[in-house]
T-cell receptor
Framework: DVKVTQSSRYLVKRTGEKVFLECVQD?????MFWYRQDPGLGLRLIYF???????EKGDIPEGYSVSREKKERFSLILESASTNQTSMYLC????????????FGPGTRLTVL | EDQVTQSPEALRLQEGESSSLNCSYT??????LFWYRQDPGKGPEFLFT???AGEEKEKERLKATLTKKESFLHITAPKPEDSATYLC?????????FGAGTTVTVRA
């Protein structure tokens, strides 16, 4: 079974703090993704990576950055958290071909006060 | 503009009452459509991928179909454990674009 794990299920941070969300997959997948999910808006892609040290902007990259130093690990960074970044963050991975199934982690519910 | 629209937003069913969820798309060159199930507070769980019009896939009480303009997820004789939000998504390159989902509640 594919397993995607995220470092925290719930996280509470203050405005202006630097926040790191970690994602690890154990299936040697090439591609990894970060989404945020908000009521009424569905899942929106923030960033994705198709190889180590490679990254591509998704649909809503503003206010976020990412890091992929190892194949199995993909980090999402909020340089200076703001209240409008309160959301559910979901990480996913896929094997490597276009159209491959994406497998999701359990999500991190981030609240920025 | 390419987009995916799911309807209805919410669906309340009695146990055993079959129904269908709709995912319509205005996407040029659709190359595949995914269905996921999401339980509250959890990540989406993969159900099906459909690649061409006329294709059908089944899993337990769920059956997904695809036409040139829409996809249906049919739930036959649902049980309370089928209560969840069902998401459809289409892919372009490496990315998925999701609809807002249909929340299904099945009452015993």
């Amino acid at each position: 079974d594919v397993k995607v794990t995220q470092s925290s299920r719930y996280l509470v941070k203050r405005t202006g703090e630097k926040v790191f969300l970690e994602c690890v997959q154990d299936m040697d997948h090439e591609n990894m993704f970060w989404y945020r999910q908000d009521p009424g808006l569905g899942l929106r892609l923030i960033y994705f990576s198709y190889d180590v040290k490679m990254k591509e902007k998704g649909d809503i990259p503003e206010g976020y950055s990412v890091s992929r130093e190892k194949k199995e690990r993909f980090s999402l960074i909020l340089e200076s958290a703001s209240t409008n970044q309160t959301s559910m963050y979901l990480c996913a991975s896929s094997p490597g071909q276009v159209g491959d199934t994406q497998y999701f982690g359990p999500g991190t519910r981030l609240t920025v006060l | 503009e390419d987009q995916v629209t799911q309807s209805p937003e919410a669906l309340r069913l009695q146990e055993g009452e079959s129904s269908s969820l709709n995912c319509s798309y205005t996407v040029s060159g659709l190359r595949g459509l995914f269905w996921y199930r999401q339980d509250p507070g959890k990540g989406p769980e993969f159900l099906f991928t459909l690649y061409s019009a006329g294709e059908e896939k089944e899993k337990e009480r769920l059956k997904a179909t695809l036409t040139k303009k829409e996809s249906f997820l049919h739930i036959t004789a649902p049980k309370p454990e089928d209560s969840a939000t069902y998401l459809c998504a289409w892919f372009r390159d490496y990315k998925l674009s999701f609809g807002a989902g249909t929340t299904v509640t099945v009452r015993a």
